[in-house]
């Protein structure tokens, strides 16, 4: 068997490409344990030569048979493409021009060889491999970078957040794809600017020191990308960094002292405008003001907000207080803004700490001028407890009250819905002048009447000061319990019961339950009360009773035994569905009630009785 076998130098690992290559290899390893008979000189060919094309490489020969004549020809893409020919007679193999080891870094050929009296091939899968051997034609070159990127001033020396990333297409790991980045230029110089490896491609920025956005707002820095190959070859990227003003500068009042007066117990707004100064950017953080308090303002009486457009602090009095005196408020008020503090100082970052910066202060004086305060109730709502239906004409109630700028005042009634009560105008005293129901409807869910009265001093103008009066009312067992509704309908041809609701205006324990009687004897023959005693009673016809109207004279006690005395109509009918009497049965006989029970039916039982009570059916 014919065998071929090809001596290959790899050179380039810079790109992991050549799978073609490899797999040759393997097949080639197959073929060299056969007899071998075609040899093909080792063909290493760098890349980019300069010589004269064609290039001869190589030359097929028969190690074993000799006195034989061949013709060659190879095929592939090195061919194809232009790059490789052979002599078809001699087996001499030729380069035809030069070969760029980034786009092809090999070459798989297959060749056939003929005999040349027969035209035959003489052996089958005959190939041979071409590796082209690196050399520094590179260079490195930045494929990630920001042309442009913003920092802070305030920013903390170390990382500035940006990282860039190069990449040589020479061979990998090699000296001519191992590069350096570094900060070959930057302008200006301070602060220090350098890269930092995060890994073989890709540095970081960081720098040393701080920004000062007064002296230098942009910086251009030059990156260099360079290989250790022979020669080095190098590619530079500039990148330009913008600095963001911060807040260097603390604000300034342009007014130290503010004075003024005002009375007492009273809002006021925009009592003053603090102007303020401040040299960084307008609109920023670094430059709007924020004012607070230093002392003189712990119970929060005033405020000071921000004019979002002029800068100024607002002062004004956001709560009332009461002021024995006249009285003089010292007051001290500072300044800062929204965004921290920092300022670079000789290469370092100071930030704020009370000593070396101090927020910029003022004294205000506010003079609270005392007015006539009005009288106050001790205490301010007061609850009355009496009993329903009381005579009127008893002491309710004697307000206590203070004033602390007159001894003089009067007392007036401001509001009495149902005019139950008086008021004495020199002490308060308040009476009742009519008897108070606990069910009118004057009186709250509660069982409360409420009132108002007022105490008016003697100062000009005079002040007036109020009292909330709460008179709770125990219920007294003055109503009787009564039927809800007087007239009820018993179907006959559903049931023989109805149900009694009865109601009770008085409170507990003047109400339900109750119990049922019959206020006639002879109602008894033809009815029952079940129940007897409960919320409601129940009516139960002994028998069946013609259709018609029947008068029921009923006694209805409650707990104490107070008793009601009523009358309910029941009509005995035919019913519908929703429990309405049947207009065309109504007034005649149920279908069970024959001729002879009617006839034997009481008579007294269809005529109206001494009491005016209507059976008639």
Partial sequence: ??????????????LDIGS??????????????????????????????????????????????????????????????????INGTSGEVFALKPIDREKYDCFHVIFDVYDTDTNQKIDKELAFDVEVKDINDNPPRFIQFPQTFTVSESQVEGYLGVQVVAQDMDEKNTKNSTFNITVIKQTPPEPKIQAKWIDERT???????????EKAKEYNITLEAKDHGTPPLSSTEIISLNVRDTN????????KEFQTEVHEMKLYRDVFRFPVEDKDTPNTDGWRAKFFFISGNEEGIFKVETDPKTNEGIFSIVKEKNYENTTMIELKIGVENIEPFTKCVNGKLIKQDGKLYRPDSINVTITMIDGNDP??????KADVYEKEESEPGRVLFTPKVYDPDSSSFR?????DPANWVSIDEKTGEIKGTKKMDRESPFVDADNVYKIIIAAIDDGKPPAKGFCNVSIYLRDINDHKPQLVNNSLILCGNKNNKVMIPVQDLDADPYNGPFSFYFDDEEDEKHWTLEPAYGQQGG????????????????????????????TLEVVVCDCEEKNTCNVKKALSFSSWMSPAFAHKWPDRLWQTRDSGRDKTA
């Avoid at 009288?375 to 301010?380: D, N």
């Avoid at 007392?411 to 509001?415: G, N, P, R, W």
């Fill in 203 to 213: 540095v970081h920025l960081s720098f040393t020191g701080c920004f000062d956005y």
């Fill in 20 to 85: 073609a290559c490899e797999e040759a290899r393997k097949k080639r390893d197959l073929l060299v344990r056969t007899k071998r008979r075609w040899v093909l000189s080792t063909i290493e060919l760098e890349e980019e030569m300069i010589v004269n094309y064609p290039y001869f490489l190589s030359k097929m020969y028969n190690d074993k048979i000799q006195g034989q004549d061949f013709s060659f020809e190879i095929t592939g893409e090195a061919v194809t493409e232009g790059y490789l020919a």
């Fill in 411 to 415: 007392f007036e009634l401001v509001d």
């Fill in 248 to 255: 260097t500068h603390m604000p300034e009042f342009k007014k």
């Fill in 539 to 566: 009516l139960v016809s002994l028998k069946p009773l013609p259709y018609g109207k029947y008068s029921i004279p009923l006694r209805m006690q409650d707990q104490q035994n107070n008793e009601g005395h009523e």
């Fill in 1 to 14: 068997m014919r065998t071929v076998f090809l001596l290959l130098l790899v050179a380039f690992p810079a």
């Fill in 375 to 380: 009288p106050v109730f001790q205490p301010p």
